[in-house]
């Protein structure tokens, strides 16, 4: 698969991910430079070891925790980047860092009043940020990976116990409490305030490195493993103060037990594509060493004869969760986000990849071999030897880091300057609206002059269904609703989404300002004017003020949801009494004459619709994963049980071609169910995305007013038929416009098999599809196999000579019809839409007879069968040509 798991993506509205942000990037740099210098010249350093650990820990590590948790909450929870803007963490971060420096200099200088001092401000700036978190989290509609969230707050809390507990030890007490405190504040500070965070972030990042679904079970298992580790450390902490072996023992046991449980959805991912790149080494070599640091500690709990001997030799402990844990996820993490932060492009990304393996393997050798030897009773020349061998595989990170980062701008302005854009995603492009079968047009101001309830001079009368504006003082101030209509016309009369009133004048000279008030419970609505002149996405219920400010010239606004606008959600605002427009006098403050009726000035930069730029001489890269086209197995079972979860996920649908697609169970298309005649599909269709969707079988026949009804962002339902008639039917959204949701990769098949239907040696699936900006108008972008273009080309079907293979085949449009083909091959049996058309146990055409393409047009299925004759690689296509040299073209290997 190109993609399954929700990676971090910018929230809408976020700063364009390229952009450079010395706080965040710099700090952490800086202190592991400082740490690598301080261990070059460690014999000259009063507290030289006690510096590096807390230069890493508590100056690199802390400062990407913030950076990166911050970072992962606001592209998990989706919700508005300014409940925290950016000179807000700035001053956060300065805080930090000052509270650091504060630190290092008091502990080693014994002024404790200075230590005390940068302690707090640690201590503030970390809760303020887990107060920052808690806000997002109020403020984000319910959806997966809050878990993640709540491992950033549980490690928050630990922080400050920690750093209190520092600041004591910094005062001197007797060598046996010396010894208990410096177990808790260790403890609390590796296994909670940075381990608590690892664990949460490894849920998503560590199968979105890998490029690959993540394990089902992984947020379930997260939610019951986070208690266990918050009580666990809490028992370790409490044991190790009042110096309580065994209950120190068992916390430790019961917080690696409750990791050990959360991390076994690491290793289904792992299985499914083993690490290949830097990145996912240097994280894997990380994870192992956490798991030895705990081990090593609960070995000197369970076996020193008291609390002192337990920190006897304490440095190797530190060393293997600093070093070899801490380090090693944080270089690891860094060389998968900075390409990604970086961004330009899945070329531009790949470039930033190869230079962050430059070395890979030999880095992680020189880290991981010599550190695991230093850990040996050798001498202590050796082990000299060893630990300079760590230090250079470590230090050589930050030239190789300099060196990409350098490489990456190199090749993101290059490919800005040389090739359209072809990132597809935008924060106005969400995804799409309750559907309808009849859009409403606007009423056009002009067409009307005035529109009930908004003549000049008159108090805005409520409209019955959609959005509010009015006037105010010597300015007009217009009431709007948002409504939508569902496409069946469930209680309402057909049409689309609309705003009542549709349109407004006002006087030139005036001050216009919007009241917007979504009425519509189906999905989220908003008003876009410019880039400057915008409302939020509002949930039902929800209202917004825009001021508009003095108007001189006409404006036309829209909603910005995919697809809205063409369904009618527009507002047209006509200026009366003053100069036409292109002639309006330029006026300190007035905002008309920028963007005419004809000129979309869309929010990221996008005029009108978005466009897919293909480039021809792109290929897939070699490690490329394709959609697995082989069908499902059949089981025992007579009911499935089927959660689909909705989500918008940013993939690669050509070579070089990103789009966010809106999937059904992170893959798009959609799994692939497989049954029997007879068979009862239960499928809870939970709705993660940030606009509303729906879900239509055509594998079952039942009124579809309540199964089929679009829900709201955070919603769920139940959708139970039972497949009563063979064939591979069509399942897909019919929110509308639907066909901008089944071309955003909302479908998926269906497969039912015929009673009595030959067993044959390979059975594969293949939807064909098309791609095409934000609305299904005109001439695709790309066409596809199973949702990517040409990715049968680099990742081959494979089958043996002799062998019988199947292909169940289904065009899922929304346009386009589909030719299917063989090229050197021929079908001696077809099945089209419920009957043999050629073989099967009535032989129809006889033995002699053959087909060469299955005919479909949208909404249509079937299958084929044939045997290959000789080794070679056989083309298969959409005859439509033009469809197949966009993508709907693959290869089947044959041995």
């Given at each position: ?377 050798v001498p202590s020349g050796t082990r000299v030897v060893l630990t300079t061998l760590v230090l250079i595989g470590l230090a050589a990170f930050i030239p190789i880091m300099l060196i990409a980062v350098k490489r990456l701008v190199v090749a ?38 005035h529109p009930r309830g908004t003549r000049p001079g008159r108090r805005a009368r409520p409209p019955t269904c959609a959005r509010r504006w009015q006037r105010r003082g010597r300015g007009t101030r217009d009431e709007r609703h948002a409504d ?412």
């Amino acid at each position: 698969m190109t993609s399954h798991v929700p990676s971090p993506q910018p929230a809408p509205n976020a700063r364009p991910k390229g952009g450079a942000w010395a706080m965040r990037d710099h700090p952490g740099l800086l202190w592991m430079v400082t740490a690598v210098i301080t261990a070059a010249v460690h014999p000259f350093v009063p507290d030289s070891t006690w510096l590096m650990v807390h230069m890493v820990a508590l100056g690199a590590l802390t400062h990407s925790i913030m950076v990166w948790s911050t970072h992962f909450t606001v592209s998990l929870l989706k919700n508005d980047p300014d409940i925290d803007v950016r000179a807000t963490q700035n001053r956060r971060l300065v805080l930090l860092h000052l509270g650091v420096i504060g630190v290092l200099v008091g502990v080693p200088t014994t002024w404790w009043w200075l230590t005390l001092a940068g302690a707090g401000a640690v201590v503030v700036a970390v809760v303020w940020h887990g107060w920052q978190l808690v806000r997002r989290l109020r403020g984000a509609l319910p959806g997966r990976f809050r878990i993640v969230v709540h491992h950033y707050l549980a490690s928050a809390a630990f922080l400050p116990v920690g750093a209190t507990l520092g600041v004591l030890l910094a005062r001197g007490y007797s060598e046996e409490m010396h010894a208990r405190m410096t177990l808790a504040h260790s403890l609390v500070n590796v296994l909670g305030w940075v381990g608590i965070t690892v664990a949460g972030t490894l849920i998503t990042l560590w199968p979105t490195i890998l490029r690959v679904r993540m394990d089902p079970a992984a947020e379930r298992r997260a939610t019951q493993a986070l208690p266990g580790l918050v009580a666990g450390l809490s028992v370790a902490v409490v044991g190790a103060l009042v110096g309580w072996r065994w209950v120190l023992l068992a916390g430790v046991l019961g917080y690696l037990v409750a990791l050990l449980w959360t991390g076994r959805s690491l290793v289904a991912p792992a299985r499914a594509k083993p690490p290949m790149h830097f990145a996912s080494w240097s994280v894997a070599a990380g994870a192992v060493w956490f798991l030895v640091g705990i081990a090593m500690v609960a070995w000197r709990v369970a076996t020193a004869p008291d609390m002192t001997a337990m920190t006897a030799g304490y440095g190797r402990v530190a060393a293997v969760l600093i070093v070899g844990f801490g380090l090693q996820v944080l270089c690891g993490a860094l060389s998968h986000l900075v390409p990604a932060v970086i961004g330009g492009g899945p070329k531009v990304v790949r470039v930033g990849i190869q230079a962050f393996d430059r070395l890979g393997m030999t880095r992680i050798v020189i880290i991981n071999v010599p550190l695991a030897l230093s850990l040996l009773p050798v001498p202590s020349g050796t082990r000299v030897v060893l630990t300079t061998l760590v230090l250079i595989g470590l230090a050589a990170f930050i030239p190789i880091m300099l060196i990409a980062v350098k490489r990456l701008v190199v090749a993101r302005r290059a490919a800005a300057t040389s090739t359209p854009t072809r990132a597809v995603t935008s924060s106005w492009a969400g995804p799409r609206p309750p559907g309808c079968s009849i859009p409403l047009p606007p009423h056009a101001a002009h067409g009307r002059r005035h529109p009930r309830g908004t003549r000049p001079g008159r108090r805005a009368r409520p409209p019955t269904c959609a959005r509010r504006w009015q006037r105010r003082g010597r300015g007009t101030r217009d009431e709007r609703h948002a409504d939508g209509r569902d496409h069946h016309g469930r209680g309402r009369r057909p049409g689309g989404h609309v705003l009542l009133p549709s349109g407004v004048e006002v006087p030139a000279g005036d001050r216009l300002v919007i009241e917007l008030t979504n009425e519509d419970g189906g999905t989220v609505h908003d008003l876009h004017l410019d880039e400057e002149t915008s409302t939020p996405r509002l949930a039902k219920g929800e209202s917004a003020t825009l001021d508009v400010g003095i108007v001189g010239d006409d404006r036309e606004g829209w909603c910005t949801v995919t697809g809205h606008k063409a369904m009618g959600m527009t507002f047209d605002i006509a200026v009366i009494g003053g100069a036409t427009a292109g002639d309006a006098p330029s006026e300190p403050g007035a905002t008309g004459g920028s963007v005419g009726a004809g000129t979309h000035s869309m929010p990221g930069g996008a005029s009108g619709d978005d466009a897919l730029a293909l480039d021809p001489g792109e290929k897939w890269p070699e490690d490329h994963e394709a959609y697995d086209a082989t069908l499902p197995p059949l089981g025992d079972e007579t009911t499935h049980r089927v959660t689909l979860r909705v989500q918008d996920v940013e993939m690669e649908v050509a070579p070089g071609v990103t789009q966010t697609r809106w999937t059904f169970g992170d893959t798009a298309p959609g799994p692939v169910l497989h049954g029997r005649v007879g068979d009862r599909f239960v499928i809870t269709l939970v709705n993660d995305g940030s606009i509303g969707h729906s879900i239509d079988f055509h594998a079952g026949a039942l009124a579809p007013d309540r199964p089929m009804r679009t829900i709201a962002p955070g919603e769920e339902l139940t959708y139970t038929f039972t497949a009563e008639r063979a064939g591979i039917w069509m399942y897909h959204c019919s929110t509308m416009p639907m066909s901008t949701h089944i071309t955003k990769g909302m479908h998926g098949a269906v497969v039912i098999e015929p009673p009595d239907l030959p067993e044959v040696d390979r059975s594969y699936v293949l939807t064909a599809s098309e791609i095409y900006g934000d609305t299904a108008d005109g001439t695709p972008a790309a066409t596809t196999f199973n949702g990517s273009a040409f990715q049968y080309d680099a990742d081959q079907l494979t089958a043996k000579v002799g062998e019988r293979v199947r292909f169940w085949v289904l065009d899922a449009g929304p346009n386009g019809p589909l030719s299917f083909h063989v090229v050197g091959g021929q079908f001696d049996t077809v099945w089209r839409e419920g009957a043999y058309t050629l073989g099967g146990p009535d032989e129809v055409g006889g033995p002699s007879t053959g087909s060469q393409a299955l005919g479909l047009l949208p909404g249509q299925g079937g299958f084929v069968e044939l045997s290959f004759p000789e080794p070679g690689h056989y083309p298969f296509v959409n005859h439509v040509m033009s469809a197949a040299e966009k993508g709907a073209h693959g290869v089947v290997r044959v041995r």
